[in-house]
Every structure is written in C-alpha cells, then in structure tokens.
C-alpha cells in the first residue's frame, strides 16, 4: 500500500492533521469548557467529564473502508508519533501537533490467540490483548501518553511554563505518570499518592526508579483519591488519575486497535474488561461507539465488565434490572487480589452510566453487562491462564474468571469470540502468587489453594556430594562428579530414562 492508493484529498501519512472542534464536555449539565486548561470537574456543577469534538461527523466525508485504508498504510510506516495512541490521531487528538507527541513504547500490544487446551477448557475462542506489555507494564500508559502529550504542546505553546502532576493510586497509574514526567524532565514533575501496604513491592519500585515523589496513606485507594483531588482544587498541580478527560481519551486506542487486529469485522466479538476506577471500560465503550458511528466498525461488541465481589460498586448498580430503579451507592472495599481494582467509589461511575446507556441504543440492544467473581476464581483462573502460556495478572485472571462466569449465566454463546483486556503483567503482582503457592492467604481473602496448581523449587542436594557452595567454585573430579550425580538426581525427579550409560 502507498500514498497513491488514497484519493489526493487524503493523507493517510501526513499528520496530524489540525481540524476538530475539541471541548471538554461535562455529564452533569452538558456544559462545555476550553480544553487549553487543566480541568477536571466541571466549574458549574462539579460533575465529570469527557472531551468531545463537536465537528466529530465531518469523519464521515470519509468513508469507513478508507479509514481502514489509512489505519493500516499507518501501521506499516516507522514514525515514532504514530506507532502509539496516536495512528488513530483523529479520534484521540486531532489539534495535537506531531511534535508534542510523547511515545514510549505505549500502544501496538499484541493479541495472542489462547493456547487450544485453554480454549477448550473455556469452551470458546479466546484471545488475550497483552496490554502488560506496554512500558510501565499496565494499560495506562495508553491514557498517560494521551494526557502528556496534551501538557506537553501546554507547555511548548508556552500556556504552561512547568507543571507538577500528580495522582492517587492503586500502584498501576502512579508508574505510569511517574515515567512519563521524568521523559518531560525538567519541566514536569510527579508526585504520586498510595495507600500505604496496598501496593505490590514492583509496583512501588517503579515511581522510585523514575524519580517522584511518593507518598504513603494510611488507608485505601478512596481516601488517596479524595487527598489527591484537594490538592488539585487549592494547588497548581495536573490531576493525572482517569478523572482526567485526556487519559480516556487516550486508553480509546485500546478498542481502535482491538478493531484493526480483527480487520474490522467485530460481529462477535465479546471485550471482558476488569473495572476498578471505571475508567477503561468507560474508554473501551467509548472507543467503540466512535468507530460504529463513522462506520469504520460493522458492529458494536458485547462488554463484559468485571468485579471482585471484595470491590463490586459496578456490579450492584447493574444488579437491578430496571434502569429507572438503578441507584449508585459507594461500598467499602475489602482486601483483594485484584488489587489494583480495589475502588469502592469509582470516579467514572457517571460515565459508565451515560455511555452503557448510549451503548446499548446505538447497538439496539443490550450489549454491556457486568458480573462478579469470587477471589478464589480470580486467582485459579489466572494461574490456569498462565500455565497455559499467558502473562495475566490478577486483573488478567479476573477477565477469564469474568467471561466463565459470564458463560454460565448465558451473556456469552458458544459462537461468541472473546477478548480478554490482560490489564498488566503477571510480574507486578507475583506476590499473590506466592502467596498461592505458599498457602499464605490471610483468611479474608477466601483463597484456598488448588494443590494441580501449586508450583515451588525443588532444592537439589546429592548427599556426600560437595556442591559449589562449599568452596567459591569446584574444579576437575569433583566438579565432574557435582555435575554427574545433580543431573541424575534431577532426571530421577523427572523419571527420565538414561539413554547413555
Ligand atoms: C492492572 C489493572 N487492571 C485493572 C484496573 C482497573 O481499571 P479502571 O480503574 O480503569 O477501571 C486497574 C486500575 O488501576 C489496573 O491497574
């Protein structure tokens, strides 16, 4: 494919291309402000908001096959600016000029087909989208490269002259902001807010290493948040959390991509989504609905959002089937493996009710469903994802868990095809594993290891046999000898047969 595919009024190679009509839009009293200011509650009636273009149909002058067009010949081109977020920069920043775009690695993550024991075990085709393999390790670094490229033309376009972000966290978004605001060192900074032992030790290292200042709260991910937002109501400091219209924005990518992996045709596709903040299924509904409305997609997929039963705030809202009897109440959360998850009041609850609504509508029916899972589930589903060649964490778990129960209750057919958001690397939370392995649950969690699933190293010690560690090192017969009885030791362990004698 080149540029003489294309008619001559389009350039799928030049951009970005200035145009739209960008305003941050509230959900609470459809109020619209200027997007040149950090702002992140509406100044009238302080409810949340998303960012619309309001000349958003003028994507229609193209037709959706040649959008596609463009996508891919982007895809195939090495710069920098659009190898991320930003291949689908008129969805996600328009106005943005190449410069200011920040790119780290971020976007393009895989989507990897489950092994054929794993799908019959879940008993459709499954395939996880491996968003841990973005740089910090998690998807938000999809909305992180989003809301700093946006401070960083603030700050090019001189309309910001330094900035300080800051964020509360469950460990994912704190690594993320941090790594982003030491690639706009010195101008940018970061601050990050955490509850203090509810985060793993990879997690915590991760805005050490990239230089922030950490803060530990004594309580949960709610009570960062609330500290978080005072700082941005009374200080001159940038709200990095998903509250932060620009991070949805970007984190659309994620359902921009999903389409292009699977040409476009997304007739039975089902997306199972781990919700904690609610930001990114509030993102992946978006997504999608911009792509089915320019007409780019052929059909709207079905989402599955998921929740621990320690931390379901979604999941009761949905609970009741009546949308005129729903009502939103906060709940408080309790230890779970889906720690990052862990939000009893979720900031974009107003979104996830507007947009599952407009959702449902433009797809004419139900298409957005929420079930809950138990910790145990979680995390023998994880562990079974990951002996069978995944990289999911305990969010990653969560999806599977989600989708076989979803299954169960008939929300997803035999000819459904799911992709599941792996949200972060099994790394980061390696610790829950062991605590698996090692039976350690504290009894809160309700976790009681499956012994087909337990793993641990096996200390191999011959005796009689010096070992290495005896001296600094072993050397002629004794070395041959350490060598010999090890590895037979190790075959017998294994029952392999010798083939030499
Ligand atoms: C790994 C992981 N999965 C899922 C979530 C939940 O995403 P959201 O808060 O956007 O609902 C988070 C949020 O911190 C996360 O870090």
């Not at 794993?118 to 390790?137: E, M, T």
């Not at 690639?183 to 955490?194: D, E, H």
């Not at 089902?270 to 409305?293: D, E, H, Q, S, Y």
């Not at 046999?465 to 590895?487: C, N, Y």
Request: glycine share 6%.
């Amino acid at each position: 494919m080149n540029p003489s595919d294309f008619p001559c009024d389009v350039q799928p190679h030049l951009v970005p291309r200035p145009g739209g009509d960008m305003v941050y839009k509230c959900l609470g009293c459809d109020a619209t402000h200027d997007i040149n200011t950090l702002l992140y509650t509406c100044p009238s009636c302080n409810s949340v908001l998303l960012i619309e273009d309001r000349d958003f149909d003028r994507h229609r002058a193209i037709p959706g096959p040649l959008w596609r067009k463009i996508f891919d010949f982007r895809k195939s081109l090495n710069i920098p600016a659009l190898k991320g977020v930003y291949r689908f920069h008129e969805f996600i920043g328009p106005d943005l000029p190449l410069e200011a775009v920040v790119w780290l690695g971020e976007g393009g993550t895989p989507v990897v087909e489950a092994s054929p024991l794993l799908q019959q075990k879940v008993g459709i085709r499954l395939f996880f989208k491996n968003d841990g393999q973005n740089p910090s390790a998690s998807f938000k670094d999809r909305g992180m490269a989003s809301a700093f490229s946006r401070i960083n033309f603030l700050l090019q376009s001189g309309i910001l002259s330094n900035v300080l972000a800051v964020c509360a966290s469950t460990g994912d978004t704190s690594a993320s902001a941090a790594l982003y605001a030491a690639y706009l060192k010195p101008r940018v900074t970061s601050a990050v807010l955490l509850p203090h032992g509810k985060v793993t030790p990879q997690q915590l290292s991760q805005p050490l290493g990239n230089g922030a200042a950490v803060f530990e709260i004594a309580g949960v991910f709610d009570d960062c948040m609330k500290v978080v937002e005072e700082l941005s109501e009374n200080y001159n400091v940038a709200l990095l959390n998903s509250k932060n219209a620009w991070r949805i924005l970007g984190q659309e990518s994620y359902s921009y991509e999903i389409a292009q992996d699977f040409s476009y045709d997304t007739r039975n596709l089902t997306v199972v989504v781990p919700i904690g903040n609610a930001g990114n299924i509030t993102a992946v509904m978006n997504g999608f609905l911009k792509f089915f409305r320019i007409g780019i997609i052929n059909a709207l997929p079905k989402i599955i959002g998921v929740q621990s039963d320690h931390a379901s705030p979604v999941f009761q809202y949905y609970r009741e089937p009546d949308p005129a009897r729903r009502r939103f109440a906060p709940v408080t959360v309790k230890p779970s493996v889906a720690q990052a998850a862990m939000i009893g009041n979720p900031v974009s609850m107003p979104r996830v009710i507007r947009l599952a609504d407009r959702y449902d509508q433009a797809a004419g029916q139900r298409r957005v469903f929420v079930v809950e899972v138990s910790e145990q589930q979680i995390m023998d589903w994880q562990l079974t994802a990951n002996r069978h060649g995944n990289i999911v964490c305990t969010h990653g778990g969560e999806s599977l868990a989600g989708l076989v129960t979803a299954r169960q209750q008939g929300l997803v057919t035999d000819d459904d095809m799911a992709v599941l958001d792996s949200t972060a690397h099994m790394l980061k939370f390696s610790n829950f594993q062991q605590m698996y392995f090692e039976n350690a649950f504290p009894a809160h969690y309700g976790v009681t290891p499956d012994p087909a699933l337990v793993n641990a190293p096996q200390l191999v010690e011959v005796p009689g046999i010096a070992t290495p560690a005896d001296r600094e090192t072993l050397s002629g017969p004794e070395m041959t000898t350490f060598v010999r009885k090890t590895a037979d030791e190790i075959a017998n362990r294994l029952g392999l047969k010798r083939t030499k004698q």
